[in-house]
């Protein structure tokens, strides 16, 4: 595989005779196979110029091989010690254990521990950030995953729209929306759907309960689906029934930033500009201090994954880089607008992937 390739020519140049990869998100990337093992161990060694070796819960060794995987899978029961396996394993194939490249920020200290203890105390070094950097880049495979998971991503949102009637709850919103989904055979959401209305959408990651739809109330949704490992997220807000100078003036504040960003998504562009351009919109109306977060994330395998689209980050936009562009503003007491969209970077300038209409709309 390209993606096994990519690593493996890093570790040459960097002298890493092997790197441990735990997370399952990164060896869902490089192996082709997602789960959730729980507490259980899985984890993927790869070296310089041998195979990998993939080691895994018994009850998962199936699955694996389903995936295509032709290397060395180590399976183990409940009962027995994954790390005397993966001792075994590494000593037989007798590679140096002077150096190990793992993942930092997942590893936890108890499974660093067992593993140093298997090579010899060697020196750590960080994959992660080599990871993230091949990750950014999206293939064609990927593109179309994301595109479909956002094309959902758009249909809950119009489930959310046409569920909407005075005196419904958030929740009995929300539990549309994804009711409708599972019937398209989305299995996960991206997140925790958010149903908020009126003074509720002033919090910008708000609780949705029963809260009662009333005339006048902001509504905003924020989902996302998974779909073959790969997320989308969107977010839209509307007006319900009646709308105040204050609201509408607020929306169009939120969309001119929106639009801004999006004209500035082209390749080669600083990305910290993508959030300058957006927060100057609206600090120059007057609402710089109700808008508290980046312009957005990196989205992929997670849904926030790198970059951190923050107006600090001064990488450069390159092709095939997928992120979200989610201005907001939020009014305690008031109510808040977020309008997001999942956005690809092309050759030419940018693809939003999510494709719901997000001129301000007066739910009738």
Known sequence: MTRLKNLQSWLKEKGVPAAFINSTENVFYLTGFLTNPHERLMGLFVFQDMDPIFIVPNMEVNQVKATGWNHEVIGYADHENPWEFIKESIEKIGISRNVIALEKSVLSYGRTEELLAIFNGAEVVDVEDQLNRLRVIKDETEIDTIRRAAKLADFGVEVGVNSLKEGITEMEVLATIEYELKKQGVR?????????????????????????????????????????????????????????????????????????????????????????????????????????????????????????????????????????????????????????????????????????????????
């Open 188 to 364: 996960e959401m991206s997140f925790s759907t958010m149903v908020l209305f009126g003074e509720k959408s002033g919090d910008p990651h708000g609780n949705p309960g029963n809260r009662q739809l009333r005339p006048g109330d902001f509504v905003l949704f924020d989902m996302g689906v998974v779909l073959d490992g790969y997320c989308s997220d969107i977010t839209r807000t509307f007006i319900y029934k009646s709308s105040s100078d204050e609201q509408v003036e607020i929306y169009n504040t939120v969309l001119n930033a929106q639009i801004a960003s999006l004209e500035a998504s082209k390749p080669g562009n600083r990305i910290g500009d993508l959030d300058q351009v957006a927060r100057d919109v609206i600090t120059d109306a007057g609402y710089g201090n109700y808008f508290p977060h980046r312009i957005g994330h990196g989205m992929g395998i997670n849904v926030h994954e790198f970059p951190s689209m923050s107006h600090l980050n001064n990488d450069i936009l390159l092709e095939g880089m997928v992120y979200t562009i989610e201005p907001g503003i939020y009014i305690p007491g008031v109510g808040g607008v977020r309008i997001e969209d999942d956005v690809l970077i092309t050759k030419e300038g940018y693809e939003t992937l999510t494709k719901y209409p997000k001129e301000l709309k007066i739910i009738e």
